[in-house]
């Protein structure tokens, strides 16, 4: 797949709709982390550079197709402000002569795109309102393209359009990780549940040579294999799927590396009394919260072989001490091999950056994505509608 960049772009004097998913956590009235904010920083700065006006488009929160106040793109513009280095203009109702009127060198930033339902509906219209704002369609918003929505996805098929360079990078990361990676791949998928990641671990099982599957729904697998495993959060009635995606594994050479040793304890508690048992062990009245030290060990040993490592999901009940410590171990001998060069290592997904960063490695990491669901469903060989309608043939 192919797609144009800004460098493919004439830009000066033409004002440019930049697609970014600036959906950021917001606490007491103010962003509490402005980490999709700085990633787009350098687009803006280049379309800027380039003599365009950007003309910011973004949604926020889940405000079902009408205004709603406390999820007004507003509270974003202090953030935006600090991080670019200058003033934003606010635009709630668009139109081509407003945006006209402002200076050349202004940044605009629009109003939530999700306060009319024709943006979910990637209605026509909407997309040709859009597009009728601008000149040229960059899409930065990695982390919103599985979504077809006029903002992402309609309007990219009415300008001339091109990747940002977040999205570009993004793009690049995956494709290192997953479309053409050095090998031996291996994969570390965590979380609690497998009904969610049923895709995800059916092509990740196809396209590497290791699989990690730890947190909850490593019990689910183990119960398969007809573990007690107590307490623990397992889905009992995805035994057979369960089942299914490991002689998939084995029909595809991919091997499954699951807990061979657990900490346990009897309530789901920060420093609840806990014991470390082999995956044999666990009584009946015992809950699985983190992997072991035997199977930390052995992942670690998986990622000194590996050349590639993908990462998403905590391998245990990261969130509550000491059962972060499979997860902070692991994450930590990733972080080392890839700072001395011998390990590719990308991560996303949305506890998965908290969980790098409650190991303090995020930044140690050869790429984090900025996505949750846009990096499930490229790892699970979707098509991304945002992407997609950004392809081009010459
Ligand atoms: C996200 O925060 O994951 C993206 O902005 C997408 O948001 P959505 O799940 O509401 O479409
Ligand atoms: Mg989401």
């Given at each position: 797949?192919?797609?144009?960049?800004?460098?493919?772009?004439?830009?000066?004097?033409?004002?440019?709709?930049?697609?970014?998913?600036?959906?950021?956590?917001?606490?007491?009235?103010?962003?509490?982390?402005?980490?999709?904010?700085?990633?787009?920083?350098?687009?803006?700065?280049?379309?800027?550079?380039?003599?365009?006006?950007?003309?910011?488009?973004?949604?926020?929160?889940?405000?079902?197709?009408?205004?709603?106040?406390?999820?007004?793109?507003?509270?974003?513009?202090?953030?935006?402000?600090?991080?670019?280095?200058?003033?934003?203009?606010?635009?709630?109702?668009?139109?081509?002569?407003?945006?006209?009127?402002?200076?050349?060198?202004?940044?605009?930033?629009?109003?939530?795109?999700?306060?009319?339902?024709?943006?979910?509906?990637?209605?026509?219209?909407?997309?040709?309102?859009?597009?009728?704002?601008?000149?040229?369609?960059?899409?930065?918003?990695?982390?919103?393209?599985?979504?077809?929505?006029?903002?992402?996805?309609?309007?990219?098929?009415?300008?001339?359009?091109?990747?940002?360079?977040?999205?570009?990078?993004?793009?690049?990361?995956?494709?290192?990780?997953?479309?053409?990676?050095?090998?031996?791949?291996?994969?570390v998928?965590?979380?609690?549940?497998?009904?969610?990641?049923?895709?995800?671990?059916?092509?990740?099982?196809?396209?590497?040579?290791?699989?990690?599957?730890?947190?909850?729904?490593?019990?689910?697998?183990?119960?398969?294999?007809?573990?007690?495993?107590?307490?623990?959060?397992?889905?009992?009635?995805?035994?057979?799927?369960?089942?299914?995606?490991?002689?998939?594994?084995?029909?595809?050479?991919?091997?499954?590396?699951?807990?061979?040793?657990?900490?346990?304890?009897?309530?789901?508690?920060?420093?609840?009394?806990?014991?470390?048992?082999?995956?044999?062990?666990?009584?009946?009245?015992?809950?699985?919260?983190?992997?072991?030290?035997?199977?930390v060990?052995?992942i670690s040993?998986?990622f000194?072989?590996?050349?590639?490592?993908?990462?998403?999901?905590?391998l245990?009940?990261?969130?509550?001490?000491?059962?972060?410590?499979a997860t902070?171990a692991t994450a930590r001998a990733a972080?080392?091999?890839?700072?001395?060069?011998?390990?590719?290592?990308?991560?996303?997904?949305?506890?998965?950056?908290?969980?790098?960063?409650?190991?303090?490695?995020?930044?140690?990491?050869?790429?984090?994505?900025?996505?949750?669901?846009?990096?499930?469903?490229?790892?699970?060989?979707?098509?991304?509608?945002?992407?997609?309608?950004?392809?081009?043939?010459?």
């Open positions: 797949m192919r797609w144009k960049t800004l460098d493919d772009m004439e830009m000066g004097g033409k004002t440019v709709l930049v697609r970014v998913d600036i959906n950021v956590p917001v606490q007491d009235g103010r962003v509490s982390d402005d980490t999709r904010i700085q990633r787009i920083v350098p687009t803006i700065r280049d379309i800027l550079a380039k003599g365009g006006k950007p003309v910011l488009l973004a949604h926020f929160g889940r405000p079902k197709g009408k205004p709603v106040p406390e999820m007004s793109l507003r509270v974003t513009l202090p953030a935006l402000e600090a991080a670019l280095g200058r003033p934003v203009t606010f635009v709630e109702t668009p139109s081509r002569a407003g945006l006209d009127a402002l200076p050349a060198n202004a940044v605009v930033l629009v109003e939530n795109t999700r306060f009319t339902p024709m943006e979910e509906a990637n209605d026509p219209q909407m997309a040709q309102f859009l597009a009728g704002l601008g000149d040229i369609y960059c899409n930065d918003a990695f982390s919103a393209a599985h979504r077809a929505h006029a903002s992402t996805e309609g309007v990219a098929r009415l300008l001339p359009s091109c990747a940002g360079r977040l999205m570009a990078a993004e793009l690049a990361a995956l494709e290192a990780a997953l479309g053409r990676p050095t090998r031996p791949v291996v994969a998928v965590g979380g609690a549940k497998i009904s969610t990641k049923l895709d995800l671990l059916a092509n990740l099982t196809r396209k590497v040579d290791q699989l990690i599957i730890g947190g909850g729904m490593a019990n689910t697998f183990l119960a398969a294999q007809g573990h007690g495993v107590g307490t623990s959060l397992c889905e009992h009635d995805l035994a057979e799927t369960a089942r299914t995606i490991m002689a998939g594994a084995a029909a595809a050479g991919c091997e499954i590396i699951l807990p061979s040793d657990v900490v346990v304890a009897e309530a789901f508690a920060a420093h609840a009394p806990h014991q470390v048992m082999a995956i044999d062990a666990v009584p009946a009245a015992g809950m699985i919260l983190d992997a072991g030290p035997e199977t060990a052995r040993a998986a000194a072989q590996a050349k590639t490592l993908i990462w998403n999901g905590p245990g009940a990261f969130e509550i001490a000491p059962f972060d410590a902070v972080a080392k091999l890839t700072q001395s060069g011998d390990l590719i290592s990308v991560a996303g997904g949305g506890d998965t950056v908290a969980a790098l960063n409650h190991a303090g490695v995020a930044d140690d990491f050869s790429y984090v994505s900025t996505a949750g669901g846009a990096f499930l469903e490229w790892m699970e060989g979707k098509t991304l509608p945002g992407v997609a309608a950004l392809e081009t043939t010459d």
